[in-house]
Protein backbone atom coordinates (compact mmCIF):
# COMPACT_ATOMS: atom_id res chain seq x y z
CA UNK A 1 0.00 0.00 0.00
CA UNK A 2 3.15 2.58 0.36
CA UNK A 3 3.24 2.95 -3.46
CA UNK A 4 -0.62 4.36 -3.16
CA UNK A 5 0.37 6.49 -0.61
CA UNK A 6 3.59 8.07 -2.76
CA UNK A 7 1.19 8.55 -5.84
CA UNK A 8 -1.41 10.08 -3.62
CA UNK A 9 1.06 11.70 -1.49
CA UNK A 10 3.50 13.05 -5.10
CA UNK A 11 0.49 14.09 -6.82
CA UNK A 12 0.50 17.82 -8.21
CA UNK A 13 -1.33 20.00 -10.53
CA UNK A 14 1.21 20.71 -13.39
CA UNK A 15 0.59 23.19 -15.75
CA UNK A 16 3.83 23.94 -17.69
CA UNK A 17 3.99 20.38 -19.99
CA UNK A 18 6.40 19.05 -22.61
CA UNK A 19 4.71 19.38 -25.77
CA UNK A 20 6.71 16.70 -27.82
CA UNK A 21 6.09 14.13 -25.10
CA UNK A 22 3.24 11.82 -26.51
CA UNK A 23 1.41 9.18 -24.99
CA UNK A 24 -1.09 6.49 -27.33
CA UNK A 25 -4.34 5.54 -27.48
CA UNK A 26 -3.57 2.51 -25.73
CA UNK A 27 -2.40 3.71 -22.69
CA UNK A 28 -5.25 6.67 -22.69
CA UNK A 29 -7.24 3.55 -22.99
CA UNK A 30 -5.96 1.84 -20.16
CA UNK A 31 -6.01 4.54 -18.06
CA UNK A 32 -9.68 5.48 -18.48
CA UNK A 33 -10.76 2.07 -18.26
CA UNK A 34 -8.96 2.67 -14.38
CA UNK A 35 -10.92 5.68 -13.94
CA UNK A 36 -13.99 3.96 -14.98
CA UNK A 37 -13.89 1.54 -11.96
CA UNK A 38 -14.41 4.42 -9.73
CA UNK A 39 -17.31 3.84 -7.47
CA UNK A 40 -20.84 5.43 -8.61
CA UNK A 41 -24.29 5.92 -6.68
CA UNK A 42 -25.89 2.28 -7.79
CA UNK A 43 -23.16 1.02 -10.15
CA UNK A 44 -24.84 3.66 -12.57
CA UNK A 45 -21.27 5.08 -13.90
CA UNK A 46 -22.75 8.54 -14.37
CA UNK A 47 -19.89 9.71 -16.44
CA UNK A 48 -18.50 9.64 -20.09
CA UNK A 49 -15.01 10.88 -21.11
CA UNK A 50 -14.52 13.11 -24.02
CA UNK A 51 -11.04 12.80 -25.30
CA UNK A 52 -9.07 15.29 -26.93
CA UNK A 53 -6.03 13.19 -28.50
CA UNK A 54 -3.83 15.40 -31.35
CA UNK A 55 -2.53 18.96 -31.62
CA UNK A 56 -5.40 19.73 -34.11
CA UNK A 57 -8.45 18.98 -32.17
CA UNK A 58 -6.75 20.53 -28.57
CA UNK A 59 -6.11 24.07 -30.92
CA UNK A 60 -9.94 23.93 -31.55
CA UNK A 61 -10.88 23.39 -27.48
CA UNK A 62 -7.80 26.08 -26.74
CA UNK A 63 -9.84 29.02 -26.84
CA UNK A 64 -13.20 27.19 -24.99
CA UNK A 65 -10.14 26.77 -22.03
CA UNK A 66 -9.70 30.62 -22.40
CA UNK A 67 -6.57 29.67 -24.10
CA UNK A 68 -4.65 28.38 -21.39
CA UNK A 69 -1.05 26.60 -22.61
CA UNK A 70 -1.62 23.58 -21.21
CA UNK A 71 -4.04 22.74 -23.25
CA UNK A 72 -2.08 22.39 -26.57
CA UNK A 73 1.17 21.27 -24.66
CA UNK A 74 -0.49 18.13 -23.06
CA UNK A 75 -0.12 15.01 -24.44
CA UNK A 76 -3.97 14.77 -24.46
CA UNK A 77 -7.01 16.32 -22.64
CA UNK A 78 -9.94 14.40 -21.25
CA UNK A 79 -13.16 16.40 -21.08
CA UNK A 80 -14.71 14.37 -17.61
CA UNK A 81 -19.08 14.61 -18.74
CA UNK A 82 -21.58 13.77 -15.74
CA UNK A 83 -24.26 12.07 -16.68
CA UNK A 84 -27.53 13.69 -16.26
CA UNK A 85 -29.69 10.50 -17.38
CA UNK A 86 -27.24 7.68 -15.44
CA UNK A 87 -30.80 6.08 -14.25
CA UNK A 88 -31.41 4.91 -18.03
CA UNK A 89 -28.14 3.37 -17.02
CA UNK A 90 -30.66 0.83 -15.07
CA UNK A 91 -30.61 -2.12 -17.82
CA UNK A 92 -27.55 -2.14 -19.34
CA UNK A 93 -26.21 -2.58 -15.52
CA UNK A 94 -28.41 -4.57 -13.64
CA UNK A 95 -29.99 -6.47 -16.80
CA UNK A 96 -26.14 -8.58 -16.75
CA UNK A 97 -25.91 -9.62 -13.00
CA UNK A 98 -29.86 -10.68 -13.20
CA UNK A 99 -29.22 -13.27 -16.05
CA UNK A 100 -25.95 -14.39 -14.18
CA UNK A 101 -27.86 -15.18 -11.09
CA UNK A 102 -26.36 -12.62 -8.85
CA UNK A 103 -29.30 -10.53 -8.40
CA UNK A 104 -33.09 -11.51 -8.42
CA UNK A 105 -35.18 -9.84 -10.77
CA UNK A 106 -37.34 -8.71 -7.56
CA UNK A 107 -34.51 -7.10 -6.63
CA UNK A 108 -33.33 -5.03 -9.83
CA UNK A 109 -36.86 -3.92 -9.87
CA UNK A 110 -36.11 -2.27 -6.18
CA UNK A 111 -32.84 -1.37 -7.04
CA UNK A 112 -34.72 1.33 -9.96
CA UNK A 113 -37.59 2.08 -8.21
CA UNK A 114 -34.80 4.45 -5.84
CA UNK A 115 -33.18 5.13 -9.20
CA UNK A 116 -36.01 6.42 -10.55
CA UNK A 117 -36.91 8.11 -7.40
CA UNK A 118 -34.12 9.94 -6.86
CA UNK A 119 -33.86 11.07 -10.50
CA UNK A 120 -37.59 12.50 -10.19
CA UNK A 121 -36.30 15.21 -7.55
CA UNK A 122 -35.35 18.43 -9.65
CA UNK A 123 -31.78 18.68 -7.98
CA UNK A 124 -30.54 15.29 -8.16
CA UNK A 125 -29.29 14.47 -11.67
CA UNK A 126 -27.16 17.72 -11.83
CA UNK A 127 -26.14 16.46 -8.28
CA UNK A 128 -25.36 13.07 -9.57
CA UNK A 129 -23.85 13.80 -12.35
CA UNK A 130 -21.07 16.19 -10.95
CA UNK A 131 -20.44 13.88 -7.77
CA UNK A 132 -19.93 10.64 -9.31
CA UNK A 133 -18.22 12.02 -12.13
CA UNK A 134 -15.61 13.83 -10.01
CA UNK A 135 -14.65 10.35 -8.33
CA UNK A 136 -13.79 8.93 -11.79
CA UNK A 137 -11.65 12.00 -12.57
CA UNK A 138 -9.97 11.75 -9.02
CA UNK A 139 -9.42 7.82 -10.54
CA UNK A 140 -7.93 9.20 -13.83
CA UNK A 141 -5.28 11.56 -12.01
CA UNK A 142 -4.24 8.73 -9.74
CA UNK A 143 -3.82 6.00 -12.45
CA UNK A 144 -2.07 8.71 -14.58
CA UNK A 145 0.44 9.40 -12.00
CA UNK A 146 0.77 5.89 -10.90
CA UNK A 147 2.15 5.28 -14.77
CA UNK A 148 4.57 8.59 -14.85
CA UNK A 149 2.18 10.60 -15.91
CA UNK A 150 1.49 14.25 -14.94
CA UNK A 151 -1.89 15.79 -14.66
CA UNK A 152 -4.27 19.11 -13.71
CA UNK A 153 -7.81 19.66 -13.32
CA UNK A 154 -9.38 22.59 -15.12
CA UNK A 155 -12.51 24.28 -14.01
CA UNK A 156 -11.80 27.51 -15.91
CA UNK A 157 -13.56 26.59 -19.68
CA UNK A 158 -17.01 27.30 -21.03
CA UNK A 159 -18.92 24.87 -20.68
CA UNK A 160 -21.81 25.60 -23.04
CA UNK A 161 -18.92 26.55 -25.98
CA UNK A 162 -17.66 22.86 -25.61
CA UNK A 163 -20.52 21.60 -25.93
CA UNK A 164 -21.58 23.36 -28.98
CA UNK A 165 -18.68 23.24 -30.37
CA UNK A 166 -17.56 19.31 -30.18
CA UNK A 167 -21.81 17.76 -30.36
CA UNK A 168 -22.28 17.15 -26.54
CA UNK A 169 -25.46 15.10 -26.20
CA UNK A 170 -27.56 17.24 -23.81
CA UNK A 171 -27.31 14.15 -21.34
CA UNK A 172 -23.94 14.83 -20.28
CA UNK A 173 -22.47 17.64 -18.55
CA UNK A 174 -19.33 19.01 -18.94
CA UNK A 175 -17.74 18.87 -15.47
CA UNK A 176 -13.98 19.10 -15.73
CA UNK A 177 -11.05 19.23 -18.25
CA UNK A 178 -8.01 17.63 -16.92
CA UNK A 179 -4.59 17.71 -19.14
CA UNK A 180 -2.40 14.78 -18.95
CA UNK A 181 1.29 14.66 -20.31
CA UNK A 182 5.01 14.78 -18.88
CA UNK A 183 5.84 18.00 -16.53
CA UNK A 184 8.16 20.10 -18.15
CA UNK A 185 7.99 21.86 -14.85
CA UNK A 186 6.71 20.59 -11.68
CA UNK A 187 3.76 21.73 -10.11
CA UNK A 188 4.21 24.04 -7.19
CA UNK A 189 4.18 22.37 -3.98
CA UNK A 190 1.13 23.69 -2.16
CA UNK A 191 0.48 23.66 1.47
CA UNK A 192 -2.53 22.34 3.41
CA UNK A 193 -4.52 23.39 6.41
CA UNK A 194 -3.74 21.74 9.06
CA UNK A 195 -5.88 18.09 9.05
CA UNK A 196 -7.59 19.14 12.41
CA UNK A 197 -9.38 21.99 11.45
CA UNK A 198 -11.07 20.04 9.02
CA UNK A 199 -11.93 17.45 11.16
CA UNK A 200 -15.52 16.83 13.83
CA UNK A 201 -16.00 14.05 15.51
CA UNK A 202 -19.76 13.72 15.13
CA UNK A 203 -21.14 13.06 19.16
Not at 33 to 53: E, I, M, T, Y
Not at 94 to 102: A, K, L, W
Not at 115 to 124: F, L, T, V, W
Request: charge should be negative; glycine fraction near 8%.
Amino acid sequence: MSDFFEVALGRRSVKVYDPNARISEEELTELLQVAGRAPSAWNLQQWHFLVFHGKDVQKKLLPIAYNQQQIVDASAVICIMGDLQGNLNVDPVFDPQVESGEITPELKEILAGQINGAYNRAEYPRDGAILNSSLAAMQFMLAARAKGYDTCPIGGFNASGLAEAFNVPARYLPTMLITVGKALQEGRPTDRLPINQLITYAE
